[in-house]
């Protein structure tokens, strides 16, 4: 193998181990899986391109190579990373990680990322905050099924009869590509793997491009004059390489970088350096990097499950993960993984089918047996039940008998939307109401709605996943939910009209000009629709945004660090810092019917907003950052004056 190659794969491994250490830090780190992307992509292409495709075969030999490279240490790395999640997580993270440990079986981890990324309420399952041991795993699935359709790529690439021909093929496919990526969803394209090929395929790219070359100079019969030769725009081949090789390191730097240009030129940065094939560059040739390269595939599936289960807040934890990780790697590839690599086909299939059948009993006992069962002291016990009868998010004080009389109506399926809706049973009151917004509208709805006793004629909620119900990005269900939303408040015209969201991070970029600010725009313009119709518009404020999986969070303190717990407070510095801009586009709201409320005051205490009750030590949020009850009930005195006040005014207009 080339050490430059490894070199490459030692620098891509050792970005991404940093990056998962120090998220906070090396925020650009993970880029170093699209260098392996890459990596792969050249690798498979000099495969194919020196065995060349001729029938069924060579396409099954193909698979059994790459099968027999990755299979027998992924399955003992699923198998062995399952016991161990059941051994020292809590039991609140094990129905996420066996969902995702099937899924990494099958090797399709990918597919159901995007699947949760792209569901509203499943979202916090995908999310980087999850302590899932399988996470790192979608990037094998999307290699796995590049592999499956690489040979049929180079069936095709061999009818073309010249090296230059194949070039204008895969850089047509990679332009592509590139366009595809950069306008899809980011996190479908992010998993996806047809959205990824355009990586692969610059891996091609590097060794068509290497072919025509030699072509070129096939007259010069030595190898290093053709790199004597090499200048680029009058500079040499050695100073460009060094360059280049410069380009990788800004994954190191500790401030976010737009991945829309980042990555492509990572990307295409390492698909120049492995077309270059240097021996001159002292990082590409260095010793322990190479080394560093020949065991990333054991660091890779090694040190997530590592820094998942053991990390910790300490700069002590973090060596501890680092130093595990290296150990626990470097004997796995030594004393396992060269060491199958040696096997016949009879053996490996032997060994495979004896890996799946170890997964299998595991996965059967993990479900069924209490063995796996943790015991908790009773005090622990019996907050790890409380707070977990709060999943998913409690929206009542108490058992409701008010059953919806409507449920939905026609422009709600026409749109596809995910969506609550409820008319409630006529009160014994003279106002009408509504709610509208996301799960947020969901969240407040029964809790606001109780504070007015039923003294109210009609009430209505509608709940549209993503929908912030006065502006959007243009992303779905963007336009459309707030169409619906304001039919629905010309038809009915409620006397009072709530709206409740958990806002999109857009809210929060920052304001250029105040007066053609795009967001502020589409708030004024369709609050000024909503007064036409209505008494008086109440909007929730802008409210600190905890982590998705918080109660899991929080319950994994409780359980292992429980002296670490009052670091799960939000730090009002940095929260107010993080809302200055949406704070400031709320005040520049022209609304004479509207009241902002704000609910982030119930739990400011000095510099920090609460995130748990010390008392009952009960979560003030839920694993999708909603509201749970004991949240709620912090926010009562706001319900109960905002009901007091509706009451008191709106009713004496209809006496």
């Known amino acids: 193998m080339r050490i430059d190659i490894q070199c490459l794969r030692g620098l891509a491994i050792s970005f991404v181990l940093i ?15 699209d260098m392996f992307f890459v990596i792969s992509g050249y690798l498979m292409a000099r495969i194919l391109n020196n065995s060349k495709i001729h029938n069924i075969s060579d396409i099954l030999n193909f698979y059994y190579r790459r099968l027999k490279r990755i299979l027998p240490l992924y399955y003992l790395f699923c198998t062995v990373t399952l016991i161990f999640v059941h051994l020292y997580l809590g039991v609140f993270w094990w129905d996420n990680n066996r969902r995702y440990s099937l899924a ?7 597919q159901v990322f995007i699947n949760d990324a792209m569901d509203y309420f499943l979202q916090y ?8 041991a399988f996470m790192h795993t979608w990037s094998l699935g999307v290699e796995i099924q590049f592999y499956l359709l690489a040979p049929f790529i180079f069936f095709g690439l061999q009818t073309l009869p010249k090296p230059s021909l194949k070039l204008a093929a895969v850089s047509t496919i990679t332009f592509f590509g590139v366009c595809a990526f950069l306008t899809t969803n980011t996190q479908f394209a992010f998993n996806f793997m047809l959205l990824r090929l355009w990586q692969f395929s610059t891996g091609f790219i590097a060794l068509f491009w290497r072919e025509v070359e030699i072509l070129r100079n096939s ?63 002292q990082i590409l040739k260095s010793k322990s990097l190479g080394y560093l390269g020949n065991i990333s595939y054991s660091v890779y599936l090694i040190h997530w499950p590592v820094i998942t289960i053991f990390m910790g807040t300490t700069v002590a934890c973090h060596i501890y993960c680092l130093i595990l990780t290296m150990i626990i ?6 004393c396992y993984e060269k060491q199958y690599l040696k096997l016949d086909k009879s053996a490996v299939g032997v060994l495979i089918f004896l890996l799946l059948l170890f997964n299998a009993s595991v996965q ?6 209490q063995f796996w069962k943790p015991k908790y002291l009773p005090k622990i016990q019996k907050i790890v039940k409380e707070n977990e009868a709060m999943i998913p998010f409690d929206t009542l004080y108490k058992k409701n008998d008010d059953e919806c009389v409507e449920t939905g109506f026609q422009e709600l399926y026409d749109n596809g939307f995910l969506f609550t809706y409820c008319k409630y049973p006529r009160g014994k009151g003279k106002l009408s109401a509504m709610i509208i917004g996301n799960s947020y509208a969901k969240n407040l709805n029964e809790h606001i709605r109780t504070q007015f006793h039923h003294n109210y004629s009609e009430w209505r909620s509608l709940c549209i996943g993503g929908s912030s119900g006065f502006f959007h990005d243009n992303a779905y269900p963007g336009d459309a939910s707030i169409i619906t939303m304001k039919n629905q408040v010309a038809t009915h015209k409620p006397d009072v009209l709530f709206i409740a969201a958990r806002y999109p991070h857009f809210l929060k970029s920052p304001i250029l000009n105040e007066e053609d600010d795009d967001i502020v725009k589409q708030m004024n313009s369709n609050i000024a629709f909503y007064e036409q119709y209505v008494q008086k518009i109440y909007i929730l404020a802008p409210h600190p945004l905890y982590p998705l999986n918080f109660l899991n969070i929080f319950l994994d303190y409780v359980t292992r660090r429980p002296t670490e717990l009052e670091t799960l407070h939000l730090n009002r510095e940095v929260v107010d810092r993080d809302l ?68 008191e005014t709106i009713v004496e207009k209809h006496v």
């Not at 120090?22 to 925020?27: G, I, Q, T, Y």
């Not at 059967?364 to 047996?369: A, D, E, G, Q, V």
């Open 329 to 334: 790697s470097i004997i796995t590839h030594h």
């Open 125 to 132: 399952q995908a999310d980087g905050t999850s302590l899932n």
């Open 580 to 647: 200055l801009y949406a704070r400031e586009r709320f005040e520049l709201i022209n609304c004479k019917k509207c009241k902002v409320f704000d609910l982030s005051k119930e739990f400011l205490e000095n510099d920090k907003y609460l995130s748990f009750d010390r008392k009952t030590m009960l979560s003030y949020m839920d694993t999708g950052v909603h509201f749970t009850a004991p949240g709620m009930t912090k926010c009562d005195p706001v319900f109960e004056s905002m009901a007091k006040e509706v009451m």
């Open 19 to 33: 990056y998962h250490l120090f998220p906070l830090v090396f925020v650009n780190g993970y880029l170093g899986v």
């Open 364 to 369: 059967y006992s993990t479900r069924n047996h």
């Open 219 to 281: 007259k010069r019969s030595e190898k290093s004059s053709l790199e004597e030769t090499r200048v680029f725009c009058g500079i040499s081949s050695d100073d460009v390489v060094t360059c280049v090789t410069s380009v990788l390191f800004l994954c190191l730097i500790p401030s976010k970088i737009d991945p829309i240009w980042l990555r492509p030129l990572i990307t295409f940065a390492t698909a120049f350096l492995i077309y270059m094939e240097t021996e001159t560059c």
């Open 104 to 110: 990494a079986l099958f090797l399709v981890s990918n």
